[in-house]
């Protein structure tokens, strides 16, 4: 399994990074952290698939709305990296899944440890964040668009 | 000179007895409110000229159940992260603004 946070890692540094971190398994339906949770650890889903959620009040009653799905070898949770250390997202798994969870002050240890294998980390992380950054900014743009189109429409039935 | 004036007379009588019978006769019935029956109440229907076609009437508003109003909430947001993909990857405004099928944006 090629983990995206690991990418660019030997087989052996890839070795000695999962050795941090513990396997998880999510039983179908389970959830592996709440919006407002402490987030001391980020998984690598080894096997199966994680669905990121954020509450929407829907006809009165709050609801957890799809936002994202992520699937083998790909990051959830890497607020555990960023202060204030809370996640800002729920995840659950639509179906039974593994992941490893990699506690942030092991992590950070292994990277002073290895520097070169830290700042591999890093890169990784920032391309992570990245393209959420890229992907939510660009859903925003659009959703303004349709929020003017919108004003825009009701604006001319009144008038 | 009697006689043709009591034919006159005879005359204008049997005429207005006939009158007054066939008005009686014609005269359209007075029938009191309660007496008056019930018709049930009727849509107005707009007149079809080119085609007997009747138009189904689709209720304004379908309540739909709260799981498939999250299916299709899910379903937007799938589709509006697409669209964005395909923005990140080509970024233009052709692409930033383009349509979904999302019953949500049309």
Not at chain 1, 82 to 94: C, E, G, K
Not at chain 1, 96 to 114: D, M, Q, Y
Request: glycine share 6%.
């Amino acid at each position: 399994m090629a983990h995206e946070l690991l990418s660019g890692f030997s087989a052996a540094e890839v070795n000695q990074v999962l050795a941090l971190g513990s396997h998880l398994t999510v039983p179908f339906g389970g959830s592996l952290f709440r919006l407002g949770d402490r987030a001391d650890s980020l998984f690598l889903i080894e096997r199966g698939r994680i669905h990121l959620t954020f509450p929407m009040v829907v006809r009165g009653k709050e609801e957890d709305v799809f936002f994202e799905e992520k699937s083998a070898g790909q990051t959830v949770g890497w607020s555990a990296m960023v202060s204030p250390y809370r996640f800002t997202l729920s995840a659950s798994a639509p179906l039974e899944t593994e992941v490893i969870a990699l506690p942030r002050e092991a992590l950070g240890a292994f990277c002073e440890r290895s520097p070169e294998a830290g700042r591999k980390i890093c890169l990784n992380l920032a391309v992570l964040v990245g393209q959420r950054l890229q992907l939510v900014q660009a859903m925003w743009m659009r959703e303004m668009q349709h929020v003017v189109e919108l004003k825009s429409a009701n604006a001319a039935t009144k008038g | 000179m009697d006689m043709l004036l009591m034919g006159l007379c005879f005359t204008f009588i049997g005429l207005a007895v006939t009158a007054m019978a066939f008005a009686a006769s014609t005269r359209p019935k007075a029938t009191s409110p309660k007496m008056q029956p019930e018709l049930p109440a009727t849509k107005v229907v707009p007149a079809r000229f080119f085609s007997e076609r009747v138009t189904p009437s689709i209720p304004t508003h379908i309540q739909v159940p709260i799981e498939v109003l999250l299916q299709q909430i899910e379903n937007h947001i799938r589709l509006e992260q697409a669209a964005a993909e395909s923005f990140v990857a080509y970024p233009n405004h052709t692409l930033l603004h383009s349509k979904t099928t999302s019953p949500f944006v049309n």
